[in-house]
């Protein structure tokens, strides 16, 4: 929950607005993990001005915190008298609200507020203040210390190492006004510089939001994920990151890796831009909205409504960027298959993979199989490896179908290439990264509750090392002979040639 | 706030909190301290929860308060209550009256009927259709719902169901959507007439494997008096593998309702063991519970007959309600909200995917039957 309100002539009218799970009704926020929360003190300011157009100024929650707009204005009513801007803190320093003027919005600031630390008042008043120009005073309230914050918030942020994060942004930002006098000019960068496919995810959002709500103009990116950058046609400039991009293993959180990575960054463009935290500031499980959608919020798009969604009429027409089909005769029907992804829980259980190669070679169909295991081989795959996305396009072009996990090659197949896939999804969620619905498409649906379970090695379950939500094999072979023939037209293969 | 595609969620009711004609023919008294009179003699036993402050112990005879009983529910999500019918002499009571004037299109009663012992009447199955005409009905398929519990006890289920169904006829009724309790339909209660089948209660139906603290080496200690061996009198299944177990494989059931609960413990009525518990329950997993059953519903159920069942809105005495409590608040209350939006949003994006297996060009059981083979093959050792 976070409330907003609005001022006008000393009258205070209070807003709730919720993380929405879905309905995306009126007072509902998308959720996005890849938003810092200084993007939704902006938003919030946002959709409160929207709702009293004459307001004199507007009073934002902290979004780490779970408040009212009722709450907040009894503590405005408290104290001393209200200025503005200010930054108003718990008993002690920790920032409760931000009291925002009017005119840092009609002066097209608002973005700046995407820069603010949510948890450092001093640095977060600093930057207020070189915004409006105006001494940003931090008033107490009577509100007990919020200290010692739990790791994750109610709202699902994860603090740690991303409490320094965002300070970092706040304090560079703050630095970055005092010593340009062009800084109103200067681009924003998202800084989400891996994995593959989240690269992807931010590539495709940027392209679907449009022009006058893109509130960045360039993003960092590890060097080794730059083809991808290009590849899906990303808007932004890049920014190159000369190091490996952030182990997977969790033993560098994504909140040191910004911090660490910033002195890998060219000087000159680091002195140019202001660089914007987006790697994930919540757990992105919680959220029911695809990453692209997540990726869309935090570039400046409101994503307001259903229809505003990557599942909505406006996205679904732009959205595959391709239409790419093999060209090659249609039998034997070849499979492209990638059965491993981010991390060991991803992949497709190892005897069920036997199954289902050793099924669709019976069938008479020729399988290859990206990075692919010596059983599968034994059971018949080619194996095969991309390196590149130039490689990996012309791979999937040279197949008819292309079966994924949930992972790099079934976003770029699905939503880049538009070639016909079938998504493969067990310990993820697959409304945060599948496509969507269209011929040629198919995801057998995961049969199991129990994702997204957060699960990395092992099933928290059972602690075994395989995932049991994958759809078996049978229905896995269905799918591909199904998308084949819609894409390919006729049918592949007649009723009881499988026997 | 309704879900959309048609989607419902109702919730199984006790309307016996009310001083009203129900209260008093179940007993009269205090029907709250009836419920939450019990305390827990084992150590695995977790203590009922007692009403929160938002609703606090409510009496339906009040308007005012089944008001906000109803107004709680609405805002929650749920599109009505599943009311028990209660024999009481020859006739039904329900409870429905006390909530009646809160309900309208978007929010309506349907009815649990337990069969008799032996077989039902003529009598029986028009006292039956009086109790619950004439109130804001719970419609599916255009007609009002009406469970049967423990359908195994009906001597002939298709006699019976024809029963039901005159008796519905002659008391006005625009048919029956009858619902059994049942977990497959290999029974036959499909073929008997009922329209659709509903997952039975954890007592019912224990669809996993007890919980693994049940092992050797818990009952060498409580042998040696070191262990309540009172927990190998009771079936104690864990919450996650509970949940997947209802939802693994679904469709392979046939037409099944899912019923959704976040706990449940019915020792207070079996005080000397026997009792089914669920451990480590999780608001969480019962939020994704929810939203994967009307994603489920969604997909496979026609737009008519998406229901999904939350058991229960107010049962205190198994530890199965959704209701604020002292305890926690309205936390499950509001997971319940946000499972009911979180499932709705997916099913919106999904429905009208086309599904494996259905199309009619692919012969998806000479698949199966191949994949049996080769995985058969894999498992003879070599």
């Given at each position: 929950?976070?409330?907003?309100?609005?001022?006008?002539?000393?009258?205070?009218?209070?807003?709730?607005?919720?993380?929405?799970?879905?309905?995306?009704?009126?007072?509902?926020?998308?959720?996005?993990?890849?938003?810092?929360?200084?993007?939704?003190?902006?938003?919030?300011?946002?959709?409160?001005?929207?709702?009293?157009?004459?307001?004199?100024?507007?009073?934002?929650?902290?979004?780490?915190?779970?408040?009212?707009?009722?709450?907040?204005?009894?503590?405005?009513?408290?104290?001393?008298?209200?200025?503005?801007?200010?930054?108003?803190?718990?008993?002690?320093?920790?920032?409760?609200?931000?009291?925002?003027?009017?005119?840092?919005?009609?002066?097209?600031?608002?973005?700046?507020?995407?820069?603010?630390?949510?948890?450092?008042?001093?640095?977060?008043?600093q930057l207020l203040s070189q915004l409006t120009g105006q001494i940003v005073p931090r008033r107490q309230t009577p509100l007990k210390p919020l200290a010692p914050l739990p790791k994750t918030t109610a709202q699902g942020y994860i603090l740690g190492d991303n409490l320094a994060a965002w300070q970092?942004?706040?304090?560079?930002?703050?630095?970055?006004?005092?010593?340009?006098?062009?800084?109103?000019?200067?681009?924003?960068?998202?800084?989400?510089?891996?994995?593959?496919?989240?690269?992807?995810?931010?590539?495709?959002?940027?392209?679907?939001?449009?022009?006058?709500?893109?509130?960045?103009?360039?993003?960092?990116?590890?060097?080794?994920?730059?083809?991808?950058?290009?590849?899906?046609?990303?808007?932004?400039?890049?920014?190159?990151?000369?190091?490996?991009?952030?182990?997977?293993?969790?033993?560098?959180?994504?909140?040191?890796?910004?911090?660490?990575?910033?002195?890998?960054?060219?000087?000159?463009?680091?002195?140019?831009?202001?660089?914007?935290?987006?790697?994930?500031?919540?757990?992105?499980?919680?959220?029911?909205?695809?990453?692209?959608?997540?990726?869309?919020?935090?570039?400046?798009?409101?994503?307001?409504?259903?229809?505003?969604?990557?599942?909505?009429?406006?996205?679904?027409?732009?959205?595959?960027?391709?239409?790419?089909?093999?060209?090659?005769?249609?039998?034997?029907?070849?499979?492209?298959?990638?059965?491993?992804?981010?991390?060991?829980?991803?992949?497709?259980?190892?005897?069920?993979?036997?199954?289902?190669?050793?099924?669709?070679?019976?069938?008479?169909?020729?399988?290859?199989?990206?990075?692919?295991?010596?059983?599968?081989?034994?059971?018949?795959?080619?194996?095969?490896?991309?390196?590149?996305?130039?490689?990996?396009?012309?791979?999937?072009?040279?197949?008819?179908?292309?079966?994924?996990?949930?992972?790099?090659?079934?976003?770029?197949?699905?939503?880049?290439?538009?070639?016909?896939?079938?998504?493969?999804?067990?310990?993820?969620?697959?409304?945060?990264?599948?496509?969507?619905?269209?011929?040629?498409?198919?995801?057998?649906?995961?049969?199991?509750?129990?994702?997204?379970?957060?699960?990395?090695?092992?099933?928290?379950?059972?602690?075994?090392?395989?995932?049991?939500?994958?759809?078996?094999?049978?229905?896995?072979?269905?799918?591909?002979?199904?998308?084949?023939?819609?894409?390919?037209?006729?049918?592949?293969?007649?009723?009881?040639?499988?026997? | 706030?309704?879900?959309?595609?048609?989607?419902?969620?109702?919730?199984?009711?006790?309307?016996?909190?009310?001083?009203?004609?129900?209260?008093?023919?179940?007993?009269?008294?205090?029907?709250?301290?009836?419920?939450?009179?019990?305390?827990?003699?084992?150590?695995?036993?977790?203590?009922?929860?007692?009403?929160?402050?938002?609703?606090?112990?409510?009496?339906?005879?009040?308007?005012?308060?089944?008001?906000?009983?109803?107004?709680?529910?609405?805002?929650?999500?749920?599109?009505?209550?599943?009311?028990?019918?209660?024999?009481?002499?020859?006739?039904?009571?329900?409870?429905?009256?006390?909530?009646?004037?809160?309900?309208?299109?978007?929010?309506?009663?349907?009815?649990?009927?337990?069969?008799?012992?032996?077989?039902?009447?003529?009598?029986?199955?028009?006292?039956?259709?009086?109790?619950?005409?004439?109130?804001?009905?719970?419609?599916?398929?255009?007609?009002?719902?009406?469970?049967?519990?423990?359908?195994?006890?009906?001597?002939?289920?298709?006699?019976?169901?024809?029963?039901?169904?005159?008796?519905?006829?002659?008391?006005?009724?625009?048919?029956?959507?009858?619902?059994?309790?049942?977990?497959?339909?290999?029974?036959?209660?499909?073929?008997?007439?009922?329209?659709?089948?509903?997952?039975?209660?954890?007592?019912?139906?224990?669809?996993?494997?007890?919980?693994?603290?049940?092992?050797?080496?818990?009952?060498?200690?409580?042998?040696?008096?070191?262990?309540?061996?009172?927990?190998?009198?009771?079936?104690?299944?864990?919450?996650?593998?509970?949940?997947?177990?209802?939802?693994?494989?679904?469709?392979?059931?046939?037409?099944?309702?899912?019923?959704?609960?976040?706990?449940?413990?019915?020792?207070?009525?079996?005080?000397?063991?026997?009792?089914?518990?669920?451990?480590?329950?999780?608001?969480?997993?019962?939020?994704?519970?929810?939203?994967?059953?009307?994603?489920?519903?969604?997909?496979?159920?026609?737009?008519?007959?998406?229901?999904?069942?939350?058991?229960?809105?107010?049962?205190?005495?198994?530890?199965?309600?959704?209701?604020?409590?002292?305890?926690?608040?309205?936390?499950?209350?509001?997971e319940t909200a946000n499972g009911i939006r979180q499932g709705g949003y997916v099913a919106l994006t999904r429905v009208g995917e086309p599904t494996p297996g259905r199309s009619p060009g692919v012969d998806h059981d000479a698949i199966a039957a191949l994949c049996r083979q080769i995985e058969e093959?894999?498992?003879?050792?070599?």
């Amino acid at each position: 929950m976070l409330g907003g309100i609005a001022i006008t002539g000393g009258r205070l009218e209070a807003f709730d607005f919720r993380f929405s799970m879905g309905p995306l009704s009126p007072g509902e926020l998308l959720d996005s993990a890849t938003s810092p929360p200084g993007r939704y003190v902006w938003e919030v300011a946002r959709r409160t001005l929207a709702r009293v157009p004459q307001a004199d100024a507007v009073v934002v929650s902290n979004p780490l915190l779970a408040s009212r707009g009722a709450r907040l204005a009894d503590l405005l009513r408290g104290g001393d008298t209200l200025r503005c801007p200010a930054v108003l803190t718990d008993a002690e320093t920790f920032p409760v609200a931000y009291v925002l003027p009017r005119a840092l919005f009609d002066q097209g600031l608002g973005r700046f507020l995407c820069l603010l630390s949510a948890n450092r008042a001093a640095t977060d008043a600093q930057l207020l203040s070189q915004l409006t120009g105006q001494i940003v005073p931090r008033r107490q309230t009577p509100l007990k210390p919020l200290a010692p914050l739990p790791k994750t918030t109610a709202q699902g942020y994860i603090l740690g190492d991303n409490l320094a994060a965002w300070q970092a942004q706040c304090a560079d930002a703050v630095r970055l006004i005092r010593s340009r006098p062009d800084w109103r000019d200067l681009p924003f960068a998202a800084h989400h510089p891996n994995h593959a496919g989240d690269v992807l995810f931010f590539s495709l959002a940027s392209r679907l939001v449009p022009p006058q709500r893109l509130a960045f103009r360039a993003q960092v990116v590890c060097r080794a994920y730059l083809d991808i950058f290009r590849d899906c046609g990303n808007r932004l400039d890049p920014i190159v990151l000369d190091i490996p991009p952030v182990s997977r293993t969790g033993s560098v959180s994504d909140g040191r890796y910004y911090l660490d990575s910033l002195a890998h960054i060219d000087p000159q463009a680091r002195a140019g831009t202001f660089m914007v935290y987006c790697r994930f500031s919540k757990t992105y499980s919680r959220t029911p909205f695809n990453l692209v959608d997540q990726a869309r919020f935090a570039l400046g798009d409101p994503v307001a409504t259903l229809d505003d969604t990557l599942y909505g009429r406006a996205a679904a027409a732009q959205l595959p960027l391709g239409h790419s089909r093999c060209a090659r005769p249609p039998a034997p029907l070849r499979v492209l298959m990638q059965l491993s992804g981010g991390w060991p829980l991803k992949a497709y259980p190892a005897r069920q993979a036997r199954v289902l190669v050793q099924a669709l070679a019976r069938l008479g169909c020729a399988v290859t199989a990206l990075d692919a295991p010596a059983e599968l081989v034994a059971a018949g795959a080619i194996p095969a490896t991309a390196g590149s996305t130039d490689r990996l396009a012309a791979l999937i072009r040279d197949h008819h179908v292309v079966l994924s996990v949930d992972s790099f090659p079934l976003h770029f197949a699905s939503q880049v290439l538009g070639h016909p896939t079938v998504a493969v999804f067990g310990p993820t969620f697959p409304g945060n990264s599948d496509a969507p619905r269209r011929l040629g498409y198919r995801l057998p649906p995961p049969a199991l509750p129990c994702g997204p379970c957060g699960g990395y090695k092992a099933c928290p379950l059972d602690e075994g090392a395989e995932c049991h939500n994958h759809p078996p094999p049978a229905d896995l072979v269905a799918a591909i002979l199904e998308v084949a023939a819609e894409a390919y037209g006729g049918t592949v293969l007649q009723r009881g040639d499988a026997a | 706030m309704i879900p959309p595609l048609s989607l419902r969620v109702l919730a199984f009711f006790d309307a016996r909190f009310q001083s009203g004609p129900l209260g008093q023919a179940v007993g009269g008294g205090d029907p709250w301290a009836r419920a939450l009179d019990a305390y827990p003699a084992r150590r695995h036993h977790s203590p009922l929860l007692q009403p929160g402050k938002a609703l606090g112990r409510y009496d339906l005879a009040d308007a005012a308060s089944a008001g906000r009983v109803v107004a709680v529910a609405r805002a929650t999500g749920i599109g009505g209550f599943v009311l028990d019918c209660h024999r009481v002499g020859d006739q039904y009571l329900t409870g429905a009256e006390c909530l009646d004037a809160w309900c309208d299109d978007d929010f309506g009663l349907a009815f649990r009927w337990t069969p008799p012992a032996g077989p039902a009447t003529a009598a029986d199955a028009a006292a039956l259709m009086a109790a619950i005409t004439g109130f804001s009905p719970l419609l599916a398929d255009g007609r009002q719902v009406l469970v049967v519990n423990e359908p195994y006890r009906l001597a002939d289920p298709a006699g019976t169901v024809a029963l039901l169904r005159r008796a519905a006829d002659a008391a006005g009724l625009d048919g029956l959507y009858l619902v059994a309790t049942a977990a497959e339909a290999r029974g036959g209660l499909l073929d008997a007439g009922f329209d659709a089948l509903l997952d039975p209660g954890p007592a019912q139906w224990r669809s996993c494997k007890p919980a693994e603290l049940l092992n050797g080496y818990t009952l060498l200690q409580a042998e040696a008096g070191q262990a309540d061996g009172g927990m190998f009198d009771d079936t104690i299944m864990t919450y996650a593998h509970f949940v997947n177990s209802r939802m693994v494989d679904r469709p392979s059931r046939g037409k099944v309702l899912p019923r959704v609960m976040l706990d449940y413990a019915d020792w207070p009525d079996h005080p000397q063991g026997g009792a089914t518990l669920l451990a480590s329950t999780s608001p969480t997993l019962y939020r994704r519970f929810l939203a994967g059953a009307l994603t489920y519903v969604a997909q496979h159920f026609p737009e008519t007959e998406r229901l999904v069942f939350i058991d229960s809105w107010n049962h205190w005495r198994q530890r199965s309600q959704i209701e604020p409590t002292t305890q926690f608040g309205s936390t499950v209350l509001d997971e319940t909200a946000n499972g009911i939006r979180q499932g709705g949003y997916v099913a919106l994006t999904r429905v009208g995917e086309p599904t494996p297996g259905r199309s009619p060009g692919v012969d998806h059981d000479a698949i199966a039957a191949l994949c049996r083979q080769i995985e058969e093959g894999l498992s003879v050792p070599a």
